[in-house]
């Protein structure tokens, strides 16, 4: 008994992935095969939807052969002393891996490479989404051996939860001294979503002994329109644009169709075509363009309160909430949005006339970071969802309101900058273009990252292109503040770093 180990399981889950679920199938499979087994869990608070580790150990032996014996089993896992971490996520999965718990010779990990981003994430004015390569590269440096596909569409595919799809995973893995036809008996005797869990199962069992059924695509992204005149734009985009620009202007022309209309897709042609001209006679490959055709699509579909409403309405929101949730056909189903305008939304829709002073007095008084009017919205009810149907029917009038005038001008501002940076050096143009990057979000992000623009634009990009600085170090000068801007959306990173730069101009 001495020279037999326990099999340690460390199970990383966020909140309603169904970890305590999958620790419990676990745990009833290894007591029907009358092993020794042992779980307990560590709520934690992530920021996603919460996340909690659960350790189990499993003593491979049956207790029936151990002539009254009873092994010791531990409370916590050891550092580097685990057989199989299990995680729901990737980051999750690379998280347990950092922390030590997985070694290199001998742990065996299971998990999904799906993504669940972190409200760092998501708030980066940027974008802050964790590189999935190098977590990968994490995971793949800590363990010996790997399982790694995306769980979740698979689960969605099932119509189950992703702990269905793991727990069928860690049964075709060989680990455990466990049939699978074990664990299918203790799904079934848990008499909750039996079919769906049990097709989820076979998904992950196939998985594990190398015979996925099915080709597991990722979901794609809210559909887009594919009327016959913006099939028309995307080849007009193919054959005006550099190669490299083409995907990019494609799915531009798609966005700006859905957020606005046919001429305002239009229009983002008719603005990209000088900078492909200015690239091509700079000898460019096209790259500066596609940068371009991205970041414009993003400025020119801004976040209103227009745009709020179309997404909150929009039918294929209601259908992935109803598929995440796993409601049944018919049953109903409650959406609540909370809502949050303040009086720089609600000037946004007003003619420009009318929107400044109304703006100016309110930035005098201070009411611009005071003044909001918050609502609960049932947007799957007929009242409420009829309103935010009647706001989002109003993009018609945005071309008229203070917003689109104001983000009209700011993008022929940028657009402009470009082309002059192109001039001077297709490097120093595309870190122009690149600082598009600040400019994003609704409400108060937008505000910062609009405000450090500005002082980018005003401090730095201005003087390049004037040609008051060498390219190269304008070049460094644009990257560094941008990056500071980006780390640091407050702006105090980047008050420091435009004082470093003052102190490094060039003398004249």
Known sequence: MSATRPISIVIAAMGGEGGGVLTDWLVQAATAEGLAVQSTSVPGVAQRTGATTYYIEIYPVPVAQLGGARPVLALAPSVGDVNLVVATELMEAARTVTRGLSDRERTQLIASTHRVYAIAEKAAMGDGRADSATLLRVIEAGTKTRLLFDMEQAAKTAGCVVNAVLLGAIAGSGILPIAPETFEAGIRASAKAVESNLRGFATGLAAARGTVPVHLQPAHKRPQPDTAPTLALIARAYAELPEPARESAAEGVKRLTRYQDLRYATLYLE????????????????????????????RMSFEDVIRVAQLKTDPARFARIRAEIGAAPGQPVVVRDFLKPGIDELCSLLPPLLARPILALARRRGWTETAYWGREVASSGILGFAGLRLMAR??????????????????????????????LSPLLALEVAECARLIKGYGETWRRGEANYRRIDAALVTPALAGQWPAAFALDAIASARAAALADPEGQGLDRTLAEIAHKLPSP
């Open 271 to 298: 603005r990209l075509a000088p900078i492909a001209s200015a690239e091509r006679d700079a000898g460019g490959s096209g790259a500066l363009t596609r940068v371009v055709a991205r970041h414009l699509a993003v």
């Open 394 to 423: 109003l993009k018609g009038w945005r071309r008229h309101g203070h917003r689109f005038n104001e983000e009209q001008k700011g993008i022929e501002h940028w657009l402009a900058s470009v082309t002059r940076a192109i001039a």
